[in-house]
């Protein structure tokens, strides 16, 4: 067992690209006057943000907010020290509100996750008013201005910076299970 770092192969964007896409749950980090707070929500990568719905009236949507800042992470269970891999970002959150955007990000989400769609009736095509009046949740954009790459594999707390839309450049989001 070493914690020695060891040089990450070039395809360190390509191994990103594929946990970001893998996985389903983003930790939104925030901190303000209540202190600090996290939050598991549901994403999808659409150009150039990572879109999830919340409520306006939560604790890390507010700090987000008020303070302009977020941090956020995305990672695979692991057993050991050696299985941690991870996304660790910092950015800022805003809210959608423009349609074109938005009927994107919807679009993506009911793919990625068609269980939402159990939340409306069937003949419905859920845009914003739509979850705003049945989940009292808004879209937001979580936009990375820093984001990094950890994978224990090659040493404990290998981190390396990376260009998270060449990463996620091309490629779908894998679908979850309904």
Not at 60 to 89: L, P
Not at 107 to 136: E, I, V
């Given at each position: ?67 302009g800042q977020a941090a956020a992470s ?28 938005a009927g994107k990000a919807i679009a ?24 705003r009046l049945r989940l009292h949740a ?41």
């Amino acid at each position: 067992m070493t914690s020695a770092k060891h040089a990450v192969p070039d395809n360190r964007h390509e191994a990103a690209g594929a946990l970001i896409r893998g996985e389903s749950t983003l930790t939104l980090a925030t901190a303000g006057q209540g202190g600090a707070w996290s939050a598991p929500v549901y994403y999808v990568v659409v150009a150039s943000g990572f879109y999830f719905f919340s409520s306006p009236r939560s604790r890390h949507i507010q700090q987000a907010i008020e303070t302009g800042q977020a941090a956020a992470s995305i990672f695979r269970r692991a057993d050991s020290w050696q299985g941690i891999r991870g996304i660790q970002m910092r950015g800022s959150v805003r809210q959608v509100r423009n349609p074109a955007r938005a009927g994107k990000a919807i679009a993506a989400y009911l793919q990625r996750f068609p269980f939402t769609r159990d939340f409306f009736s069937p003949q419905t095509h859920p845009g914003l008013d739509d979850f705003r009046l049945r989940l009292h949740a808004k879209l937001y954009v979580f936009t990375p201005s820093r984001v990094y790459y950890l994978d224990n594999r090659y040493g404990f707390a290998n981190r390396q910076p990376i260009d998270w839309q060449l990463a996620t450049a091309n490629a779908p989001e894998k679908k979850t299970i309904p």
